[in-house]
């Protein structure tokens, strides 16, 4: 079955100045404490980013389906290493109980919510029930700290009445400072609304506040990223649309001043009529100081065959509705492959700086694509960030049938499922963590670390859902955290 997929740096120095003749004293059992690192995904402080991983069909127990979050440290060596964490709804201090199909990682965020300095994660189990509310979903926080993401608060619900239409509430999360001021904020949505959390956050989940915006439409994704250049990052939804098969884009954009005290009323919405896709990210490909906007169009009907990507170019008010964006297909010059029937390019998409050259690069994930006789194998495609925009030249396709790529590629792998660019090893290029939620039934994750030449095969690791310990359909690697 295929299912449709989706810093702010505290610098704590000080100079503490004495005279050369003095020497300062600390006694051996009263050791330095190191500063945490304000890194938006660094869960234990230590400089290093890290990674969460869904394993949302994960057995716990007797309990099918109940799902898991597998979170691997990074470190000079990159991921994964020795250091990692399995998180269930049975872990000390994480809410609630691992229950068949709660679906607990179906969708992840990191983000410092609680200003310590540590990153947290926002994990949703997306069929969670909630007293007589059958399998409503729920979002959950786990706190970060000196030792890594441990114990954790849920999230407050909204109203039953609101709950009773969601229908799988916390499929789409994300974080980000929403409206401008120094605080990190949650977004959590699915099917026709969605809610919004403002920082900062109290270690018992409580928000500064929060609210619910209504009847938007069906969607169960959104991204977030600063398209404007204004220092509050937008929030971008995908609705699927009956008179518009392709999707309906729009975004909310920070405007104060509403007409009322409804918190909601300091947001603009700005619609991209033209714009199609189900999934996206965003990063700076031109470098010219404002977020773009790459959308995954892999089923839509201006998606060719096997599916495309599109790249809405920011600026001060955002994306022009009227521009005429990047289109990318695998028929595209430069592109490896072909566009070919059902092959879902764009079905996972992400942005960051490979190289290290100050232009963000884009990664696509086409899970579906057939090599040779091994059919939904999948593959992931590099495109390269420039001055004048995305660009195909260098362009390069990964699949488990690369030289130096772990595993072999075979029917039903799904590689490429998810995707995600970060820098793992702090070398200040952007690293590619991928799944193939299916591999060997269960699942794996493949890390290859970004060089001056873009990505390199040197030193690829792997992991499966077995080596993580997981156990049942675990759908591992189905989901990384954004």
Known sequence: MRAPLLESRLAHSRDRRRPHHRRAHRPAHHPRRRSPSGLASDFNGDGYRDIAIGAMGADVGSASGAGAVVVLYGSASGVPSAKKTVITQNSTGVPGTAESDDRFGASLAAGDLNADGYADLVVGAEFESIGDRQGVGSATVLWGGASGLTGGSALPQPSAEELAEWGGYSRGIATGDFDGDGRTDVTVTGQTH?????????????????????????????????????????????????????????????????????PESDYAMVGLPNADGALGATGDINGDGYGDLVLGDYAGPHSLKGGRITVWYGGPDGPDPQQTPTVVHQDTPGVPGADEEADLFGSAVDVGDINGDKYADVVVGAWGEDLGSARDAGSVTVLFGSATGLTTTGAKSYTQDTAGVPGTAESGDAFGMSVRLLDLDKTGKADLVTGAGYENQNGSVTYLRGTASGLTTTGAKSLTAAGAGLKGGATFGWDLAK
């Open 194 to 262: 969605t809610h919004l959390y403002r920082g900062p956050f109290t270690r018992t989940g409580t928000p500064l506040s929060h609210t619910g915006v209504y009847e938007l439409g069906t969607t169960y994704e959104v991204i977030a990223g600063d398209l404007t250049g204004d220092r509050a990052a937008e929030r971008v939804y995908p609705f699927a649309h009956d008179n518009d098969p392709g999707g309906d884009i729009r975004y909310f954009r920070h405007d104060p001043g509403g007409w009322d005290d409804h």
